[in-house]
């Protein structure tokens, strides 16, 4: 750690908005505001504790920019610490972007002001003088999470810290506990849209925690809009239940269509189009259901659900047996057109 002097001077502006008294803050608060008075040290990333990254999302095209500028003018805001005595370490409250950029420029130290003070204070502080970037819901709802989790801010001090109402902290602490985890990981790394997730996802969730799992494990890799998002909630809670098990299959195919269906409105679908969509979801029907039963699903089932299960598939297989059998003939004695013409004119002698 090597302390400096000309970080000192840094702080951080806090501007009262329209609507919005600065006493909102808290007068508890203020004495982090004081940053002239903080410590200015430079450290070496093994002294960070990275605690807190969780807290919020990654948003590759800004650290794409701020990691140009930091490679040609060097890093010029530093990062806020708070430190941790218990360990030697300095939890890092803002700044995880620069950090993760100076790493990636294979830089031996960051600039940091060392705030005094214990952690939720500085988290609380750091994100109301938050100008620049608006933070989603779910980022909002991480940070409420933790603060009354893992240092026991009732959900009323909440409220009051960050001036709003009791209403509001409940309903983003419910973004977080209703929404699966492993779906949340996904918008950290932002492979998944937070207002998406927020609107649409979220209550899936709560409704059917399942179906929603399995929604974004069929999208896949594929990065959606909000809007996407929208219109397979709205299908989802719309359909009924055949419509429901294959928007869930193949919700790409469904927006896919959706899409095609709006760009040309009055043009009819190709008849080729409607059977190719028609096998699409029969293939991912069934690959859907072959990755249930390598889970294990079947064995866990009562016999009486494994016997009607067993009259389903055996019904099912007669049906794609009798279709099979109808595409193979329909291959088979299709031909060009004029070739069927002219055996329709020998037949009848004229």
Known sequence: MRRLSHLASFSYPLREEEGVELSRYGSASFSLLRV????????????????????????????????????????????????????G?????????????????????VGASCWPGAEPEALIVTRLMQTCEPETALE??????????????????????????????????????????????????????????????????????????????????TRLSSRDWGRLYTAYQSGNWVTRQRLLAAPLVFLKSQQEAQAAPTVAPELGDTLLTDLELLSASARRADRRLRRGVLRQLPAKERQELACCLRQSLHEVERMAERFNQEMSDAGPEPARCDTATAATGT
């Open 140 to 221: 909002q709802g991480w940070l409420l999470a933790e603060l009354h989790e893992r240092f026991g801010l009732s959900l009323e001090e909440l409220a009051r810290r960050f001036g709003h109402s009791l209403s509001w902290v409940s309903r983003r602490l419910a973004l977080v506990n209703e929404l699966p985890e492993a779906i949340q990981q996904q918008v950290r790394r932002g492979e998944i849209v937070a207002h998406g997730a927020a609107k649409y996802l979220v209550p899936l969730a709560r409704a059917n925690k399942q179906a929603c799992l399995e929604l974004v494990q069929a999208i896949g890799a």
């Open 89 to 109: 370490q300095f939890v890092v409250i803002d700044g995880y972007k620069r950090v993760r950029s100076l790493q990636r420029l294979a830089r031996d130290l």
């Open 36 to 87: 002239a008075e903080d410590e200015a040290v430079e450290l070496e990333f093994h002294q960070l504790a990275l605690r807190y990254e969780r807290l919020r999302l990654a948003r590759p095209e800004q650290e794409r920019r701020l990691l140009a500028s930091l490679a040609e003018v060097g890093q010029q805001v530093p990062i806020v610490v708070v430190r941790e005595a218990a360990q």
